[in-house]
T-cell receptor, first 112, second 112 residues
Framework: QKEVEQDPGPLSVPEGAIVSLNCTYS??????FMWYRQYSRKGPELLMY????GNKEDGRFTAQVDKSSKYISLFIRDSQPSDSATYLC????????????FGKGTRLSVIA | IAGITQAPTSQILAAGRRMTLRCTQD?????MYWYRQDLGLGLRLIHY???????GKGEVPDGYSVSRANTDDFPLTLASAVPSQTSVYFC???????????FGPGTRLTVT
């Protein structure tokens, strides 16, 4: 089993829809969780950063962490065509400077 | 604030040639990373450095070397390029285990 699993998509939704993007993981030591947005031919851009379990909201974006289920989600409300991108989840443990472990990314298209 | 700069933006390189990809940060973060990103394979860690003067191997280090003489610079060298090293290369930085990780804009390398 891979450490982080993420459905590659592509996921296509109409403008205004609520989008749910998810990752599952196997390492119970993971404490820090990040979501990145990557537009075509650009570098990944940090979107959300959460520590341990719970929710974090920033504008139209909500990140959710359920450590008991080893499951994280990113919700996008009122999706816009400008949200069309690849979304990557990433996570790491508490000890030392262990590099982040990334999901392979989900490609999202929001259709006007 | 530039954050992380990478050079060159893109490069076409003949197989067997030596090439150094440059990465510079102005954020003074301790840890720096090199990734390659290939379609279907996601981001894969090549080498990393937790602090100036130290380096470590990632998931795919063969054919690559790095150095970390100071906090701000983290060059990646391909000693003798091969076509399988055709990829997009991203440099990233992070301030400690709890810190957020940021990416540079990437270098698109084609080895012919």
């Amino acid at each position: 089993q891979k450490e982080v699993e993420q459905d590659p998509g592509p996921l296509s939704v109409p403008e205004g829809a609520i989008v749910s993007l998810n990752c599952t993981y196997s390492n119970s030591a993971f404490q820090y969780f990040m979501w990145y947005r990557q537009y075509s031919r650009k570098g990944p851009e940090l979107l959300m950063y959460t520590y341990s379990s719970g929710n974090k909201e920033d504008g139209r974006f909500t990140a959710q962490v359920d450590k008991s289920s080893k499951y994280i989600s990113l919700f996008i409300r009122d999706s816009q065509p400008s949200d069309s991108a690849t979304y990557l989840c990433a996570m790491s443990g508490f000890s030392g400077n262990t590099p982040l472990v990334f999901g392979k990314g989900t490609r999202l298209s929001v259709i006007a | 604030i530039a954050g992380i700069t990478q050079a060159p933006t893109s490069q076409i390189l003949a197989a067997g040639r030596r090439m150094t990809l440059r990465c510079t940060q102005d954020m003074r973060h301790n840890a720096m990373y090199w990734y390659r990103q290939d379609l279907g394979l996601g981001l894969r860690l090549i080498h990393y450095s937790n602090t100036a003067g130290t380096t470590g191997k990632g998931e795919v280090p063969d054919g690559y070397s790095v150095s970390r003489a100071n906090t701000d610079d983290f060059p990646l060298t391909l000693a003798s390029a091969v076509p399988s090293q055709t990829s997009v290369y991203f440099c990233a930085n992070r301030q400690g285990a709890k810190g957020e990780q940021y990416f540079g804009p990437g270098t698109r390398l084609t080895v012919t």
